[in-house]
């Protein structure tokens, strides 16, 4: 497994274009890659979002939020992100070009202090092309040669259905319906080549799709111990519940090396073993008219609730993250100067993956920086730009070690008085 993983795209330089929404052969296992979740403006300053609180923006990673919108008033976000990979082992490299929507949101109130959110975004991708041949030496001896290739695609979008209530002044809680729906396609081939030309060999090939169809709920809550016109402190904390996943999964191994209907040395059907962590989220989140910063932990526990494959050296961990950012405006007043209405983003965010490979841990860091652009002199809706560069992994142990540049275009849009205005005619 270690070789295979070390070769991913077997040094080629990959075409650019392509439908999927990840590369990496860490994604070979589990459900893939988790993307960072959260809206542009939150991303830009490291992911720091457990207590961000504002009535211009959405904030889906914490439905206590949902509260802060304003009576007369509706939020919508709408974001695109556009993404390099590259990854090298000790011989071998490989780059990748991506391009993602992502999360369309919307939020409303129903009442004074009680708001609702929905909001669709990626939640994890896979997307891998891996080849390596066999050359230990009991294959080379008794067979000749083995090429194994596999490739594997696929996404799980994650559904938010929430609402939001400040309980007494400075104190909201929340609770979002989640709905994870994707599908995930895994194919595999061996492919002999004798030497001795002694015996007979076949070519094998299979595949093996995995239906996502899942609910799951998280539950918020923010303080706001320090609520002056100056200044503001909001404190958050969320709980996302965990449990046994159910996907359903079709395996299909067929005689004649095709993927076609037909008879087949393996067809059944399973549910996976996989499950969803509990997740647990705690922050803050300090602003001023000029400037603002704020700072997460999470942890969730995959260790916990899933086994590994001690055959192949796999195992999945329990993990944390600290996301830390903040943002500046100069003066969000100025008539003349546009510059110093813009508002400057920064952070940094650090992450453990859920699997780990050969005994390797892996890790992930990422500094994140980014503008908000008001879109009118008032500010109350914004194009907002990020820019992420980040690396994670390792060439320990035969595994390949990724850079990756994210860019964001978000837009941000507050609808005010006159969306909700009852007309009145003579």
Known sequence: MAALLGLAGGGRALAQDSSLNTYSPYTFYGIGDIHNQGIAVTRAMGGASVGFRNYLYINPLNPASYSSVRNNSFLSNFDMEGQNFYAHTTDAKTSFNTFNVRDIAMSFPLAKGLGVGVSVTPYSSVGYDVNFYDQSPDVQGGIGQMFYAYTGEGDVTQFKLGVGYEVFKNFSIGADLIYYHGSILRTFSARPTSITGEGSYYSLSGQNEEYVNSFFGTFGMQWTPIAKEERVMTVGATYQLGGRMGNRVEERVPLNSTILPGEYVVDREYDSNLSMPSVMAVGFYYHTLKYSFGADYEFADWGRRNLGDQSNRLSFR?????????????????????????????????????????????????????????????????????????????????????????????????????????????
Not at 393 to 417: C, H, I, M, P
């Open 318 to 426: 329990n993990t944390s993250s600290v996301r830390v950012g903040g943002q500046y405006t100069p003066n969000p007043g100025d008539v003349r100067n546009a510059f110093k209405r813009f508002t400057y983003r920064g952070g940094v965010r650090w992450s453990q993956n859920y699997v780990v490979l050969n005994d390797q841990p892996i890790s992930d860091v990422a500094l994140t920086m980014g503008v908000g652009i008001p879109l009118r002199m008032t500010g109350l809706s914004n194009v907002n730009l990020g820019l992420e560069l980040g690396t994670r992994g390792t060439t320990k142990a035969g595994l390949s070690r990724e850079n990756y540049l994210k860019f964001t275009v978000g837009f941000s849009f507050l609808g005010e008085d006159y969306w909700f205005v009852k007309m009145k005619y003579d």
